[in-house]
């Protein structure tokens, strides 16, 4: 619902702060007084064309700020899509839109005081206001909405349809991949089966070219100091050896460390020697164990380790992926070998997926045809009142091709009309006169009640060319819709001006030096005051007063 509108320096627009309640309102003036101004401003900030003629003579800016209390459900999708567009906007605040302009033709657009686009305005405006009139090429004439509105008005429940859509195509999904797999796999059989009868006779595991590297490395090593170890061995142990020398030098110090004792202080020396030297031989001897190694076993793991390498490198995966690998190329061929029978499988699944759609699609083309009837019927009860009796309206339901069904179903929505008898149905928008079209929008509003409505709708001299019965069923349908959204209505007819539960004067004044338009709030007294000179014109009669009167008591 729009709450405030602030206006500076549009046209002849100086300075205007407006407040809006819910409900009908209206606005009323003298023909060239400025309304279109109004419409142009509010039009502004809700992302139209910026156009450098409405900036006021001599001012170098214009702006228009206009503020909202959108619905939970409005304010919820404005919030995504600001936030898409980087800007943070808390459900349930009111929602201010702003736009400035400059006589140069410069604008900024800002939602919550945080700059963004104009396209983001139009956008977040869209959802906000509906503003019907001679040009209007939106809402209700957008035939892209008019299947969730025809939805909508009969209440169908389409979360079945999109499930049922949903699975459908999940099964197509499926079984075109199994074919293509199908058909890649058949291409490369004979390879397949190569591969997997050469990879199966290798039997590579995850972790086995570390194990034969390590396995490798360690056996090379024993063979490079294998020589070493023999020649210290040789130099340690045997009779002539270094540890025998060193025992027979001790057993000859032993007998005549007794005369001395720096002799018995050179025998612990040599028996630690001993000791020591006898360590090392056994070191040796257990290294030696260690390091030693087969030749056949180390020319075994070579082979391994350089065959599963060259495997690797000819497959073009690391060592440690060829056994996933061969798992990977088995399954392949097992699926070229059991294909046929899971591509039935897979093709049964689609066709009762398939079939369990178009059933479901069916039953919401038969909702949506019995809703058209009644929709039409409701529309046609709407129109004789409003001096549209020669014109006719009819839904379209229409089947649409296989490549064009969806989540919403296989049809095509549209509203149409034939405005003369034997005139073929066209597209709304087609149209001519725009309050021709302005009362038939307020028809089809009426038929569809809450359906799709936004919070707030502008209706532009709906009443052009009609009066007496027809303004006052229009001034009924209008009080009837403000029931349920807001309403703002610039009329010309005191019919529709006496049901506005708000009304606004818009008044053009000058001081023979500068022109400008006003905006003001009429009270009882002052509604009284300008219904009667709509009745009657400059002169205010009391007579025009008297019907002033009676206007404003039958409602």
């Not at 064309?49 to 409005?74: C, I, K, W």
């Not at 199908?182 to 990879?199: I, N, Q």
Request: aromatic share 4%.
């Amino acid at each position: 619902m729009l709450t405030a509108l602030s206006i500076r320096n549009i046209v002849l627009i100086e300075a205007l702060d407006l407040d809006f309640a819910p409900g009908l309102g209206v606005l009323t003036g003298e023909t060239g007084a400025g309304k279109s101004i109004l419409l142009d401003s509010l039009g502004l900030a809700l992302g139209m064309r910026a156009d450098s003629g409405l900036v006021r003579n001599g001012e170098a800016q214009a702006s228009v700020a206009a503020t909202f209390e959108p619905g939970a459900g409005t304010a919820a999708r404005i919030a995504a899509l600001a936030e898409e567009s980087g800007l943070t906007v808390e459900p349930g605040e009111p929602l201010i839109i702003r736009r400035t302009l400059k006589a140069d033709g410069g604008s900024r657009a800002f939602l919550n005081d945080q700059p963004c686009s104009a396209a983001l305005l139009r956008e977040v405006g869209g959802m906000l206001v509906e503003i019907h009139g001679q040009h209007d090429d939106r809402g209700l004439l957008n035939p892209a909405g008019h299947r969730a509105l025809l939805d909508s008005f009969g209440r169908h429940g389409g979360a079945g349809v999109t499930a049922a859509y949903e699975a459908w195509r999940g099964a197509a999904d499926r079984l075109a991949q199994a074919r293509e797999e199908v058909a890649h796999a058949e291409r490369d059989r004979d390879y397949l089966t190569h591969v997997v009868a050469e990879l199966s006779a290798f039997a590579p595991e995850p972790g086995e070219e570390a194990r034969l590297a390590e396995e490798r490395a360690m056996m090379q090593k024993g063979a490079k100091i294998g020589e070493d170890l023999t020649a210290l061995g040789d130099l340690l142990g045997g009779s002539d050896g270094g540890l025998a020398l060193l025992r027979q030098a001790a057993r000859r110090l032993d007998r005549i460390a007794p005369d001395h004792e720096t002799l018995a202080q050179a025998l612990a020396a040599l028996d630690r020697a001993v000791i020591e030297a006898s360590e090392a031989e056994e070191a040796l001897e257990r290294a030696a164990e260690a390091l030693s190694f087969d030749p056949a076993r180390l020319e075994t793991v070579e082979t391994r380790l350089f065959d599963l390498r060259a495997l690797a490198r000819k497959h073009q995966v690391q060592a440690d992926d060829l056994a996933a690998l061969a798992g990977e190329l088995a399954g392949r061929l097992s699926r070229i070998e059991a294909g046929a029978e899971g591509l039935a499988g897979l093709e049964r699944a689609e066709r009762e997926m398939r079939a369990a759609y178009e059933a479901a699609a069916r039953t919401l083309s038969e909702q949506r045809i019995e809703a058209a009837e009644r929709l039409d019927a409701a529309v046609a009860a709407e129109l004789a009142p409003l001096k549209l009796d020669a014109a006719r309206f009819r839904t379209v339901v229409e089947a649409l091709p296989e490549s064009q069904w969806g989540p919403q179903g296989m049809d095509r929505v549209e509203f149409t009309i034939s405005t003369n008898p034997g005139a073929p149905f066209a597209p709304l928008m087609k149209i001519a006169s725009g309050g021709e079209l302005s009362r038939f929008i307020l028809a089809l509003k009426v038929a569809l009640a809450e359906q799709g409505a936004v919070g707030t709708m502008i209706f532009d001299e709906i009443d052009r060319g009609v009066g007496g019965a027809v303004a006052s069923a229009i001034g009924e349908r209008l009080a009837r819709l403000s029931e349920t959204t807001q309403l703002l209505v610039v009329t010309h007819s005191p019919q529709v001006a006496a049901r506005g539960a708000a009304h606004m004067l818009i008044a053009k004044s000058s001081d023979g030096i500068v022109t400008r338009t006003d905006v003001k709030p009429l009270s009882e007294a002052g509604r009284r005051e300008e219904i009667a000179r709509m009745l009657s014109g400059a002169d205010i009669t009391a007579e025009a007063r008297a019907q002033a009167d009676r206007l404003l008591e039958k409602i």
